[in-house]
Structure formats: C-alpha cells, structure tokens
C-alpha cells in the first residue's frame, strides 16, 4: 500500500470515528430528551425502558449501553440542563464577578437567575407538577439530584456567608419554594395576589420583591462587602 492509500485510510478511520461519537451523543441527548417528554406529558408512572425507547425511537438495549438502567438514566436526565439549571447558570455565568459582590447582592441574583431558568424550562415545571402527586423511587432520584446541586451551589458560595448572622439556607430555602410555587401556579393562573405570574412584567416585580426582602434580611447581618 502506498503512502498516499495509508493516509486516505487512516483518514478515512478517522471520519469514521468522529461520526460514529457524534452519533453516540445524539442518541444518547435523544433518550435523555425523551425522558423529559415522557415525564411532562403523562407522569412517572409512564416512565420505564420500554417506554423511553418507544418515545426516543431506539432499541432499549441501547438505554442499558449508554446508562446501565432506568436509576441511572433517570439522574443523567436530573444532572442535565434539560431539567434542571447548572451550576453556570445559577451564578450567572462568572462566578468570580458574582463572588466580588457582597452577599447581600449575591443572594437575590442567584434566586432571580433561578426564577428565569426554571421559567425557560417548561418541561421541567410539568415534571415538578407531576412530582406534587405522584412519589416513588423515580421522583426522589430526581430529588437527591437536585438537592445535590444545592449542596454544590453552597459550597461555591460557601465562604460568603461565614460572617454572616442571618440563616442563609433558611432565607433562601424560603424564597426558592415561593418561586417554584409561582412558577407552578402559572400553568393554570394568570394573576396571584394581583401579581400577573404569566408575564414578564409581573417577574420583574417578583424579582424587585426578592431584592427588597433579602436586603431587608441581610444588610444589617453581613459584614463582608
């Protein structure tokens, strides 16, 4: 074989092997979106291999080769950006501009970038209502999941709040479930309270709300910043 021939083949190996990883990710963001449907359209009781492959057009056994089982597959789906916001996501994307800020400007960025992701995501607030009413080994994967990315997301801030008198976890635990409830109530509410849940007006006075309530909680309790 020529020198010339070697490297066609080599090259040719090459784009095969590109081809055939590109093809393993597109199938492999294929089930993990198909998890996401299932889940918004009929429930966790719908959810299982057979009918994962049958939304993702696939042979189960290729669920099995990328995740092992429906556990693993359910937390790869929980861990996506699918589902639920990163960590990037939550400090806004500079995570060293937001340290440099004082915590009692730290708090309500990361809670009004949590409001706005979680509106992005219309799926994930489907899968939220069907987790109100149904409770098995599947939902509290999904729980561990993102109670996981809560524990992660204290300690990237964690050093913040070491000089600080309030109960941070408590402020923000409090706030987070107010606009997971809103988010919530917007699939069959227009207007809470006279609030408009369903518009971005209405946000922006939620997230001046979550502004004012955490200076209120935290300016006089900090010392840093």
């Given at each position: 074989m020529t020198t010339k021939m070697k490297k066609r083949s080599n090259n040719a190996a090459h784009t095969d092997k590109v081809v055939r990883s590109r093809d393993r990710v597109a199938t492999r963001e294929g089930i993990i979106r198909?998890?996401?449907?299932?889940?918004?359209?009929?429930?966790?009781?719908?959810?299982?291999?057979?009918?994962?492959?049958?939304?993702?057009?696939?042979d189960k056994v290729l669920i099995y080769r990328y995740f092992g089982g429906m556990p693993e597959l359910l937390r790869a789906f929980g861990e996506s950006e699918e589902f639920w916001?990163?960590?990037?996501?939550?400090?806004?994307?500079?995570i060293e501009t937001l340290l440099s800020m004082p915590v009692v400007e730290i708090i309500p960025t990361v809670l009004i970038n949590f409001s706005r992701a979680l509106r992005r995501r219309p799926v994930t607030i489907e899968i939220m209502a069907w987790e109100m009413v149904e409770q098995n080994e599947l939902t509290e994967e999904l729980?561990?999941?993102?109670?996981?990315?809560?524990?992660?997301?204290?300690?990237?801030?964690?050093?913040?709040?070491?000089?600080?008198?309030?109960?941070?976890?408590?402020?923000?635990?409090?706030?987070?479930?107010?606009?997971?409830?809103?988010?919530?109530?917007?699939?069959?509410?227009?207007?809470?309270?006279?609030?408009?849940?369903?518009?971005?007006?209405?946000?922006?006075?939620?997230?001046?709300?979550?502004?004012?309530?955490c200076r209120q909680c935290l300016i006089s309790s900090t010392s840093k910043g």
């Amino acid at each position: 074989m020529t020198t010339k021939m070697k490297k066609r083949s080599n090259n040719a190996a090459h784009t095969d092997k590109v081809v055939r990883s590109r093809d393993r990710v597109a199938t492999r963001e294929g089930i993990i979106r198909a998890v996401g449907s299932l889940l918004a359209r009929e429930g966790f009781m719908a959810l299982g291999i057979n009918a994962v492959a049958k939304e993702a057009g696939i042979d189960k056994v290729l669920i099995y080769r990328y995740f092992g089982g429906m556990p693993e597959l359910l937390r790869a789906f929980g861990e996506s950006e699918e589902f639920w916001p990163s960590i990037s996501e939550f400090l806004g994307g500079d995570i060293e501009t937001l340290l440099s800020m004082p915590v009692v400007e730290i708090i309500p960025t990361v809670l009004i970038n949590f409001s706005r992701a979680l509106r992005r995501r219309p799926v994930t607030i489907e899968i939220m209502a069907w987790e109100m009413v149904e409770q098995n080994e599947l939902t509290e994967e999904l729980r561990r999941v993102r109670e996981d990315m809560a524990i992660r997301l204290f300690k990237e801030l964690g050093a913040k709040f070491d000089d600080a008198d309030a109960d941070i976890a408590a402020i923000t635990t409090l706030l987070s479930a107010a606009v997971s409830y809103l988010v919530l109530r917007s699939r069959d509410t227009q207007v809470y309270n006279t609030v408009d849940i369903r518009s971005d007006k209405g946000w922006e006075r939620i997230e001046e709300a979550i502004t004012m309530i955490c200076r209120q909680c935290l300016i006089s309790s900090t010392s840093k910043g």
